[in-house]
């Protein structure tokens, strides 16, 4: 089946530490998205990438770094610059052509502890 | 010029009722609108989905009514379900480009 596979589906970081989520997805789609969704509240983005080895800082970026090495996986690295970074955060991708929607995965809740 | 409003932030419904959530947006470049449930704890999942040459789409219960000129667009779920509760986002978007709404909790009541 086709998707989006985020990994861990929790994270617990210690003050000061660096953490990567998982993003891997088969849909070939070539942009790809990192939201973080706050208890109660909407969709910020983050990063988004819209071709490998390329991608574009969101409103929230400070504290946060992504890369894009393959099409098929974006990985977000949450740094000890995020002062608050508990939080879901969710990936999502898409295709380039238009009239289409976001797909996401399921999540990875960050907590610090 | 990005930003997509929505409301009611929280809608309460008696079951069989009808939920009614309503969006509007500013810039006329958006070309395609998604409707997203989420459930707590999950990722949000495509719902409906409607494209601005339509005035209305119905899948199931569900139902996108598009007003373009109004730059208006809003969700009907008909006989509202307590399975129906979740949080729904409108969104819209422009190729790549997909600008979301802060989102509805919706509550069924049995």
């Known amino acids: 089946d086709g998707g989006i596979t985020q990994s861990p589906k929790y994270l617990f970081r210690k003050e000061g530490q660096n953490v990567t989520l998982s993003c891997e997805q088969n849909?070939?789609?070539?942009?790809m998205y990192w939201y973080r969704q706050d208890p109660g509240q909407g969709l910020r983005l983050i990063y988004y990438s819209q071709i490998v080895n390329d991608f574009q800082k969101g409103d929230i970026a400070e504290g946060y770094s992504v890369s894009r090495e393959k099409k098929e996986s974006f990985p977000l690295t949450v740094t000890s610059a995020q002062k608050n970074p508990t939080a879901f955060y969710l990936c999502?991708?898409?295709?380039?052509?238009?009239?289409?929607?976001?797909?996401f995965g399921q999540g990875t809740r960050l907590t610090v502890v | 010029q990005q930003q997509v409003k929505q409301s009611p932030q929280s809608l309460i419904v008696q079951k069989g009722g009808i939920s009614i959530i309503n969006c509007a947006y500013e810039n006329t470049a958006f070309d395609y609108f998604p409707w997203y449930q989420q459930f707590p704890g999950k990722g949000p999942a495509l719902l409906i989905a409607i494209r601005p040459d339509v005035s209305e789409k119905k899948e199931g219960r569900f139902t996108i009514s598009f007003n373009k000129s109004a730059k208006q667009f809003s969700l009907h779920i008909m006989d509202s379900q307590p399975g129906d509760s979740a949080t729904y986002f409108c969104?819209?978007?422009?190729?790549?480009?997909?600008?979301f709404g802060p989102g509805t909790r919706l509550s069924v009541l049995p």
């Open positions: 849909l070939n789609h070539d942009a």
């Open positions: 969104a819209a978007s422009y190729g790549q480009n997909f600008v």
């Open positions: 999502a991708s898409s295709t380039q052509r238009g009239n289409t929607e976001a797909f």
